[in-house]
């Protein structure tokens, strides 16, 4: 029975350490989801990757052309304030990705969608792949040895 028990409590402690290392993860890598976060809207791309609609007038629309920015999509970027002032929070279950920058409330309205800031699941698979699992794998390897 010993050794039931003993498997028992290795389990809780695998089991114990995935929030833990993931938030540290994260909080190691914060600038790596933030430039994807930026990359994303750089292509006028949402959470779910789905293309922000531009609706500029024509006047903003000569305006981005003579400054060289894209004016077939939306990028969030005229004046850099809102990519300069994304962060990443994390608790021990979740990272919480936002901006303190006061018309951002306006952005999700004029949008109409709350998913401006997220990493779609596709980079996100990709960043838990490369950083989270050989973390993860570390943890687990230690917990094992004992």
């Known amino acids: 029975m010993r050794a039931i028990e003993r498997l028992e409590r290795k389990l809780r402690e695998l089991k114990a350490v995935v929030n833990p290392t993931l938030k540290q993860t994260i909080d190691r890598n914060k600038g790596v989801l933030i430039d994807q976060q930026q990359t994303q809207m750089d292509k006028g791309r949402d959470?779910?990757?789905v293309s922000f609609i531009p609706s500029y007038a024509e006047s903003t629309i000569k305006q981005k052309k003579r400054k060289g920015d894209p004016f077939n999509r939306v990028t969030l970027k005229d004046t850099g304030e809102l990519y300069r002032?994304?962060?990443i929070d994390t608790t021990t279950t979740q990272a919480?990705?936002?901006t303190n920058v006061e018309y951002f409330k306006?952005?999700?309205d004029h949008?109409?969608?709350n998913i401006i800031l997220g990493i779609q699941s596709e980079f996100l698979n990709e960043f838990l792949n490369k950083y989270f699992k050989p973390e993860l794998r570390k943890a687990?390897?230690?917990i094992l040895k004992r």
């Open 106 to 108: 306006y952005l999700v």
């Open 140 to 142: 687990w390897e230690q």
């Open 111 to 113: 949008y109409d969608t």
């Open 85 to 87: 002032s994304i962060t």
């Open 47 to 49: 959470a779910f990757n």
């Open 96 to 98: 919480i990705i936002s």
